[in-house]
């Protein structure tokens, strides 16, 4: 867990961001997490904390699941995992078969915490998913399909890391069923208005 956040953003909605720049993979990673209806929080992506912001976001609500939101993105979600006992959640892709044991695999359709809906985005990293929380207004949260830094801007993810760049961009289209307003990224600047005319846009879509 060498990269530590040093400060949490609070938002409406029940969304908390955190990031810090990671030096072995040259990008800002963004992580997040939900207050979900079911009183609890969970973790998408997570790097590690400061130990007073840390304290700060389980002092909200107890942290009772992490999310992987591909091969790519352990991050320290073991950790978290381990430490609030909270379950890891994530595509059967996304592990190693050390790692089977301790996950809980999800796929398409599937809601975790009984809110946040499972979107398999194929032709990105392996195991890629969304997660979309309908309430309020609509949030999607999307590992690495999407980003939105610079100097790419609000972007697919581009080829050289992409298992399939055509079936990708077919994947993407699948969000525009989920009608959102915010769009949270697990690297680049979150979308908070807008984000369902931003992605059709971006696909080339007519609103």
């Known amino acids: ?16 961001v955190w990031q810090a720049y990671d030096p072995a993979v040259k ?4 992580s997040t997490a939900v207050a979900t209806a079911a009183d609890h929080i969970v973790l998408v992506d997570p790097i590690a904390l400061a130990e007073s912001e840390l304290d700060r976001l389980s002092e909200q609500r107890p942290i009772g699941g992490v999310v992987v939101t591909n091969v790519n993105h352990h991050r320290a979600a073991a950790w ?22 301790s996950a809980t695999f999800v796929t398409e359709g599937d809601k975790i915490a009984g809110e946040l809906e499972v979107i398999e985005l ?3 990293a392996r195991g890629e998913i969304a997660l979309y929380r309908p309430a309020p207004d609509g949030t999607l949260i999307i590992g690495d399909a999407l980003i939105n830094f610079p100097p790419h801007g609000f972007a697919c993810l581009p080829r050289k890391y992409c298992t399939d760049e055509k079936q990708l961009r077919r994947s993407l289209r699948k969000l525009l069923d989920y009608r959102a307003e915010r769009l949270l990224f697990a690297h680049g600047t979150p979308i908070l208005s807008g984000a369902t005319t931003r992605l059709c846009e971006l696909l080339g879509v007519r609103v």
């Open 27 to 30: 990008a800002e990673l963004f």
């Open 1 to 16: 867990m060498a990269v530590v956040a040093s400060e949490i953003v609070f938002w409406h909605a029940g969304l908390v």
């Open 122 to 124: 194929g032709g990105a």
């Open 80 to 101: 978290y995992s381990s430490k609030f006992s909270a379950p890891l959640f994530g595509h059967r892709a996304s592990f190693a078969d050390e790692q089977i044991a």
